[in-house]
């Protein structure tokens, strides 16, 4: 019998304040979709632009 387990990515916290600080240093700008100044997770919602390796973000 094989078990699944669903886990859910979390970014790593400090990958997360540093994206919202990006997005509001470019000024929020409506192209990057599913970008937030309020947490979120960039890596579990794919963000645009935004690739990630497990819960840490590798490029932009």
Do not use: F
């Amino acid at each position: 019998m094989i078990l699944a387990s669903r886990v859910r990515a979390t970014t790593d916290p400090p990958d997360v304040l540093a994206l919202e600080d990006q997005y509001r240093a470019l000024n929020n700008p409506p192209q990057l979709k599913r970008w937030r100044l309020d947490g979120g997770d960039p890596c579990g919602e794919s963000w645009m632009g935004v690739s990630c390796s497990g819960s840490s973000v590798i490029r932009l």
